[in-house]
C-alpha cells in the first residue's frame, strides 16, 4: 500500500461520524420512577399497545438543574433509541399535560450534561 492510500484510509476513517441512532417516538402512561443508587435514572413507561418499556433518563443533577419531575400516572412522550440493557434511552422526554419538555442527547446520542464542543 502506498503512502497517498494509507493516508486516505486513515483520514477517512477520522473524520467519519458514527451512525445515527434508530429513534423511536412512544407515547404512554408513567408506571413508575426508579432511582437506584450508582444507576442513572430511568422511568417504566405503560405505552400505547400494551408493551411495558424501561427509558433510562440520564444525570439526576441535569434534571434537578432543569427541575424535572416525572411522577406515576402522567402522560409522557418519549424520544429516545434502543440500546443493550434498557428498552430505550431517552433523546426528549415531554410531560404534555404539565407542558415539560426535557432535552437529555442530541440526534446523536450524545448527552447534553456533559457539555464541551461535541467530538468530530
Known amino acids: 500500500m502506498n503512502?497517498?492510500?494509507l493516508l486516505t484510509l486513515c483520514g477517512a476513517i477520522a473524520f467519519a461520524q458514527p451512525a445515527a441512532p434508530k429513534i423511536l417516538e412512544i407515547h404512554g402512561t408513567i408506571a413508575s420512577v426508579n432511582l437506584v443508587a450508582?444507576?442513572?435514572?430511568?422511568?417504566t413507561v405503560n405505552a400505547?399497545?400494551?408493551?411495558?418499556?424501561?427509558?433510562?433518563?440520564?444525570?439526576?443533577?441535569?434534571?434537578?438543574?432543569?427541575?424535572?419531575n416525572p411522577k406515576s400516572g402522567q402522560s409522557v412522550i418519549v424520544r429516545g433509541f434502543p440500546q443493550p440493557?434498557?428498552?430505550l434511552v431517552a433523546i426528549s422526554v415531554e410531560l404534555p399535560k404539565t407542558r415539560q419538555?426535557?432535552?437529555l442527547r442530541d440526534e446523536q446520542g450524545r448527552p447534553l450534561w456533559r457539555g464541551g464542543p461535541p467530538p468530530l
Not at 450508582?38 to 422511568?43: A, D, L, T, V
Not at 400494551?50 to 427541575?67: E, F
Open 3 to 5: 503512502t497517498l492510500t
Open 38 to 43: 450508582g444507576n442513572m435514572p430511568s422511568i
Open 48 to 68: 400505547e399497545g400494551g408493551r411495558r418499556l424501561t427509558v433510562r433518563l440520564g444525570s439526576i443533577r441535569y434534571l434537578i438543574a432543569n427541575d424535572f
Open 85 to 87: 440493557g434498557v428498552d
Open 101 to 103: 419538555k426535557l432535552t
